[in-house]
């Protein structure tokens, strides 16, 4: 299986505990997205990466978030002291260039519950 | 207003329906426009993406962009209950690196 692979698929965890999510992309894919998705909404960009550089953070992404993509090639995305409101798929998506026909292939979450 | 409105369905329709579904958006600079199936507990697929303005047709889908309008359309031909599924569009303008997705239509195709 070439695709976007993501690990695990579903967490559960307490208030207040940390979590760490694994993004591995497609290997040619340059670029890394991480995006955050809940029931009955599209998915909501958090951050991307173009090799091992974070080019961008969404503004609704707190200090509690932090991803990282060590040598460009997998990504991590850990929360701090989780919150409920903290419960969501986070989505994974890789790309291969900035061209204007970029495509995101997405890999299919990680489903977090926050208890 | 959110950038990117799409209505929510769900939307039912028989085996062989042609089906319509749409998104409006507000920003202007906007130029590529894609389309995206999502099945339940799975990440979005890519169906079709199309820049700036015009039709693309790929199979049984095809992709209208409106600018003058801020609505993009997409249509799928002779439905078929795997396609029951939510479609998500997204867009993004030349220079940021952001996609913005639309909330997703819910289709349900009944055999």
């Known amino acids: 299986d070439t695709g976007v692979s993501q690990d695990p698929r579903h967490k559960i965890t307490k208030r207040g505990q940390n979590v760490t999510f694994r993004c591995d992309p497609i290997s040619e894919h340059n670029r890394l997205y991480w995006y955050r998705q809940t029931l009955g909404q599209g998915p909501e960009f958090l951050t991307y990466?173009?090799?091992?550089?974070?080019?961008?953070k969404s503004r609704l992404l707190s200090d509690r978030f932090s991803a990282e993509r060590p040598k460009g090639s997998f990504s991590t995305l850990e929360i701090q002291r989780t919150e409920q409101g903290d419960s969501a798929m986070y989505l994974c998506?890789?790309?291969?260039?900035?061209?204007?026909?970029?495509?995101?292939?997405f890999g299919s979450g990680t489903q977090l519950s926050v208890l | 207003q959110k950038e990117v409105e799409q209505d929510p369905g769900p939307l039912s329709v028989p085996e062989g329906a042609i089906v319509s579904l749409n998104c409006t958006y507000s920003n202007s600079a906007f130029q590529y426009f894609m389309w995206y199936r999502q099945y339940s507990r799975k990440g979005p697929e890519l169906l079709m993406y199309?820049?700036?303005?015009g039709n693309k047709e790929d199979g049984r889908f095809t992709a209208q962009v409106d600018k003058s309008s801020k609505y993009i359309s997409s249509f799928i031909r002779d439905s078929q209950p795997s396609d029951s599924a939510t479609y998500l569009c997204a867009m993004r303008d030349n220079y940021g690196q952001n996609f913005v997705f639309g909330p997703g239509t819910r289709l349900s195709v009944l055999p």
């Open positions: 998506a890789s790309s291969r260039s900035s061209a204007t026909n970029e495509k995101l292939f």
């Open positions: 990466f173009q090799n091992e550089a974070q080019l961008e």
């Open positions: 199309t820049y700036s303005s």
